[in-house]
């Protein structure tokens, strides 16, 4: 099996369900608040862990409470934490709200996160140099990922970019992915394009494609997703669930993805590994407390 290097953001969480999300100016009662490990680089690398993944992170927490809490969910989880810094400040912490249809807001303040700087990423070249498939999100600063691809790519590295939260990327960055993996309003600020059907998904998709990415897969939520490369275009229905909460979905699916590769599984079996992965996710509450084992995805009938 392909090992695994993951680089990036790990979150406190701190979340509220409502009825309804709050409009401009108004305060809510909501349920009584949880404290549960997140951030989108953590909830992909134990993701991973979780599915049998052999994978190490990238990263830095303050020198917090929040900070040793987040640490030890990846251990218990099995994740490489020797590549996980302390740093003096706050670690980063993520408020989120969730509605009664499951969909959340979020607001991150980056906190350890945005001071993961190149000089990190040389230090810990390590855990890049022994992994096969690198994956990184837009939770720590541009100039970093920019940097962690780049060197990625020169030892010959497969990487993965889920472009979560989206920003406009330049060019120096999108040429050095391998695999894109956005959802629907993810790709349209990164192709700058306005995407109102499956054609745009499409048309976006290629606009990528010449500035470099060599795969793409689009999660398109209850839709399922759709995998495109230069040649190829093809579709996955998701797997129809009740969910309850979609926090980190997109991290469960990019996580089973990258499983998937790593133990050179094709790219249909692995867009429905990652299916069946993300609808378990929006079945359980929280970031890693809803994140799938191995053992949950075998037992799923879908
Ligand atoms: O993708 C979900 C994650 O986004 C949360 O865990 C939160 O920390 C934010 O990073």
């Known amino acids: 099996?392909?090992?695994?290097?993951?680089?990036?953001?790990?979150?406190?969480?701190?979340?509220?369900?409502?009825?309804?999300?709050?409009?401009?100016?108004q305060t809510l009662i909501g349920s009584q608040f949880k404290e549960v490990p997140g951030g989108k680089g953590a909830n992909q690398a134990v993701a991973m862990a979780r599915l049998n993944g052999n994978v190490s992170m990238i990263g830095k927490v303050g020198n917090d409470g929040f900070g040793q809490t987040l640490v030890n969910a990846l251990k218990k989880d099995n994740v490489n934490?020797?590549?996980?810094?302390?740093?003096?400040?706050?670690?980063?912490?993520?408020?989120?709200?969730?509605?009664?249809?499951?969909?959340?807001?979020?607001?991150?303040?980056?906190?350890?996160?945005?001071?993961?700087?190149?000089?990190?990423?040389?230090?810990?070249?390590?855990?890049?140099?022994?992994?096969?498939?690198?994956?990184?999100?837009?939770?720590?600063?541009?100039?970093?990922?920019?940097?962690?691809?780049?060197?990625?790519?020169?030892?010959?590295?497969y990487t993965i970019l889920n472009p979560a939260p989206a920003v406009k990327l330049d060019d120096d960055i999108i040429k050095n992915v391998d695999l894109l993996t956005p959802n629907e309003t993810e790709l349209e600020i990164l192709s700058g394009l306005k995407i109102e059907n499956e054609d745009d998904?499409?048309?976006?998709?290629?606009?990528?494609?010449?500035?470099?990415?060599?795969?793409?897969?689009?999660?398109?939520?209850?839709?399922?997703?759709?995998?495109?490369?230069?040649?190829?275009?093809?579709f996955k229905k998701s797997y129809k669930v009740d969910a309850l909460d979609t926090t980190a979905a997109g991290d469960s699916y990019t996580g089973a993805l990258a499983v998937a590769f790593s133990q050179d599984k094709d790219i249909e079996e692995a867009m429905d590994f990652a299916s069946r992965v993300g609808a378990l996710c929006v079945m359980k509450e929280g970031a890693q407390t809803s994140l799938p084992t191995i053992q949950d995805v075998l037992n799923f009938r879908g």
Not at 7 to 13: A, Q, Y
Not at 116 to 144: A, N, Y
Not at 211 to 228: D, M, N, P, R
Request: charged residues 30%; proline residues 3%.
């Open 81 to 157: 934490t020797d590549y996980i810094k302390v740093e003096e400040g706050p670690s980063g912490v993520a408020l989120i709200t969730v509605d009664k249809n499951a969909e959340n807001s979020i607001v991150v303040a980056p906190g350890a996160n945005f001071r993961v700087l190149r000089e990190d990423i040389d230090k810990c070249i390590d855990g890049i140099k022994e992994s096969d498939i690198v994956v990184v999100q837009l939770e720590t600063p541009l100039d970093t990922i920019k940097y962690a691809l780049q060197e990625s790519k020169k030892l010959g590295k």
């Open 201 to 234: 998904i499409i048309k976006a998709a290629e606009i990528m494609i010449q500035k470099g990415v060599k795969q793409l897969i689009v999660t398109l939520g209850s839709k399922g997703s759709l995998y495109i490369d230069k040649d190829n275009i093809k």
């Open 1 to 25: 099996m392909k090992k695994i290097c993951v680089i990036g953001s790990l979150n406190m969480d701190l979340v509220v369900n409502v009825d309804e999300m709050p409009k401009k100016g």
